[in-house]
């Protein structure tokens, strides 16, 4: 069994046990590095280091007990066996109270060792993939939230550090899921405004009997039940930034009533004559091309042109199949944390698997697969059918199957482009279609 570079820092002062514990992990193939003393150990020790702490708990000079304070001062995640002898026991499980991974009595079997030793490996190795992870992902979002880093993305940073400290209107575009609200509250918390209230309004889920209280606020006895003056969501946003997610779905004679408010940065409460001023930046999102739609009659054009000084565009996932690792790992990391799960391994084949996909639903259709997939309920290449028993070999020529589907599928069938979104020689290609009996001809428009 291989613990890749994850090693033991072994400690015990009994030159004979120290030799036979050495012997065990050799023969278990796990790199062991022995101290007689916890001071010699204390060095190899460190926040980010792959090891794991075995230390007998009786040692001259600093005790066991000693080591797992010290071990805990420097990294509090790095798991410490204590090794007991009989009257120890008590002391051991105040330990792990303490924070002791494990602890083991003696004498012991070599095997109840290395099982003991290998889930504290297990342990140590997802402890230090967490934090990598996270250390690549900090790095890959600039600290604005926006995960990526392709070329489509590197152009919304661009825009968004060129826009954020303005008071322009923005216009964001994009499909569904394709991370508009992320950009607007990037917008919002890169300018002058990021002290004020961020309020964000889904307009296709506001109905129209409410619009005008909700968004203008009311004065006492606008209606039935308004005891009280109450500020609307625009009123909330003085100062901030005003979010209007699905502008598209507002119906038309709600639009006027809105493009005036956005023309005077004046509103009017339900049940009162009093202007009201507000000052506030508008950022809207849409999913339609709203300048076709307002061609067609179904959205106000002076609308339109009043909300779109500047347009910031989102790419589909599909056009920046490069970020899908990056996104991938960003929602297991954050799933993880969320439901209390280990983070599951991830191969460069699910990878390949997940680069492949379509993603209609775009960034938030793959966070949705990174929970699943976290809670084991899913298992992404789980749509390859292949036979129970089927051998290695054969799963992996069925994947590479879906792969190739998938890649002629996209390119109407020119091996060419194929070939160069896989990543293979033109050849390698031809002999692999040959081989699974794929016909070209299949994927081309008549």
């Not at 099982?115 to 600290?143: F, S, T």
């Amino acid at each position: 069994m291989s613990h890749d570079s994850i090693h033991i820092i072994y400690v015990e002062d009994d030159d004979a046990v120290r030799a036979a514990g050495r012997q065990t992990f050799a023969l278990a193939d796990i790199e062991v590095r022995d101290f007689a003393r916890a001071e010699a150990a204390i060095a190899e020790l460190g926040m980010d280091r792959p090891v794991v702490l075995v230390t007998d708990v009786r040692l001259p000079g600093l005790d066991g007990i000693g080591l797992l304070r010290r071990a805990q001062e420097i990294d509090p995640d790095l798991p410490v066996i204590l090794v007991t002898g009989h009257g120890d026991v008590t002391m051991a499980v105040e330990a792990m109270r303490a924070g002791a991974y494990d602890f083991i009595e003696k004498p012991f079997a070599p095997e109840h060792l290395l099982e003991v030793v290998g889930r504290a490996i297990d342990k140590r190795r997802l402890v230090l993939e967490n934090r990598a992870l996270r250390a690549q992902l900090e790095r890959a979002d600039g600290g604005d939230g926006l995960i990526g880093n392709s070329a489509a993305m590197a152009g919304v940073r661009r825009l968004i550090a060129e826009l954020a400290d303005t008071d322009v209107d923005v216009l964001i575009e994009g499909e569904t899921g394709t991370g508009k609200e992320c950009v607007a509250r990037a917008l919002h918390a890169g300018g002058r405004r990021r002290g004020g209230n961020f309020v964000a309004i889904n307009c296709a889920a506001l109905p129209e009997s409410v619009f005008e209280s909700e968004m203008f606020g009311v004065e006492p006895g606008a209606y039935t039940g308004a005891s009280r003056s109450r500020a609307g969501k625009i009123e909330h946003a003085d100062g901030g930034t005003l979010f209007l997610d699905e502008i598209e779905g507002m119906a038309l004679p709600l639009q006027a009533k809105l493009l005036r408010v956005l023309q005077e940065r004046v509103l009017e409460r339900l049940g009162s004559n009093r202007l009201v001023a507000v000052d506030c930046r508008v950022v809207a999102a849409t999913k339609l091309d709203l300048k076709a739609e307002a061609a067609a009659g179904r959205f106000r054009a002076d609308l339109y042109w009043r909300l779109n000084v500047v347009s910031i565009p989102l790419a589909p996932l599909r056009a920046r199949r490069e970020d899908i690792p990056l996104l991938f790992n960003a929602f297991c990391l954050q799933a993880a944390e969320r439901f209390r799960r280990a983070l599951p391994e991830r191969s460069p084949a699910l990878f390949e698997w997940l680069m492949a996909q379509e993603w209609p639903g775009n960034v938030r259709e793959l966070q949705h697969a990174a929970d699943r997939f976290v809670l084991g309920v899913w298992r992404p290449g789980a749509e390859v059918a292949v036979e129970p028993g089927t051998g290695m070999a054969q799963r992996v020529a069925a994947f590479e199957q879906v792969l190739i589907d998938n890649a002629l599928r996209e390119c109407g069938g020119d091996v060419g482009v194929a070939a160069e979104r896989l990543q293979l020689p033109r050849k390698t290609l031809y002999d692999k279609i040959a081989r699974f009996g794929i016909a070209i001809g299949a994927y081309r428009a008549p």
